[in-house]
Structure formats: C-alpha cells, structure tokens
Nanobody, 127 residues
C-alpha cells in the first residue's frame, strides 16, 4: 500500500514562509514524479508544482512561480515545497500526490493524473 504523509503546514502572516514535507513509503517513490496541489474551501483541487522522478525537472503554476520551490530527496523518499512571500490567497489545504505513470512526464497539472494522495496539511495566511 502506498502512503504519503504531509507535514509542515501552519498559520503565518502575509510575506512569511513555510516548508511543507511529504514522506512516501519506500516502493512508492522511486521512478515517480510527484506533485503538490491545493484546495481551498468550496473550490477544486488546483495544481501548484511538480517535480520529475530524478529531481532534475520542475514545473509551477503561474500563481506561485518565483515564490515556491519544489524539491525532493530520493534517499529519504521525501518531497518538499518551500513557500516564500506567502499571500492570503495561498490559504488552502495542501496535498502531495504521486504521478500515475512510472518514469512518466512530470508536467501533469490535473489531479486525475495522480493516483495516490496524502491526507493534506492546512496552510493559513493572514493579511
């Protein structure tokens, strides 16, 4: 069974920073690109960032480009999302997901292209 566990969420003021982590069970991680999505109340789950299986390629939503950085540690089976210059509109539950296809294209921006998800971590940014 694949397990993804997010952590690192919290409440910050606008302009602040947070670093999210997503820890994956061993065989769930190798060779798979990973993504971060977010979901605000009453809205759909939106793409935030994705990273290739090697970590050599990254892709971002326009709304976070230049502020967020996705990375991964393939030894510790963990994906990170460094979020800087946070804005109130970044408030949401953040989820990490695993791309359905092993060694597939990492630039996948719809949630249906991911097959396993964590439980989510809340990020709240106040003005």
């Amino acid at each position: 069974q694949v397990q993804l566990v997010e952590s690192g969420g919290g409440s910050v003021q606008a302009g602040g920073s947070l670093r999210l982590s997503c820890a994956a069970s061993g065989r769930a991680f190798g060779g798979y690109s990973m993504g971060w999505f977010r979901q605000a109340p009453g809205k759909e789950r939106d793409f935030v960032a994705a990273i290739s299986w090697s970590g050599g390629g990254t892709y971002y939503a326009d709304s976070v480009k230049g502020r967020f950085t996705i990375s991964r540690d393939n030894v510790q089976n963990t994906v990170f999302l460094q979020m800087n210059s946070l804005k109130p509109e970044d408030t949401a539950v953040y989820y990490c997901g695993r791309n359905k296809i092993n060694y597939g294209d990492y630039r996948r921006v719809t949630s249906r292209e991911y097959d396993f998800w964590g439980q989510g971590t809340q990020v709240t940014v106040s003005s």
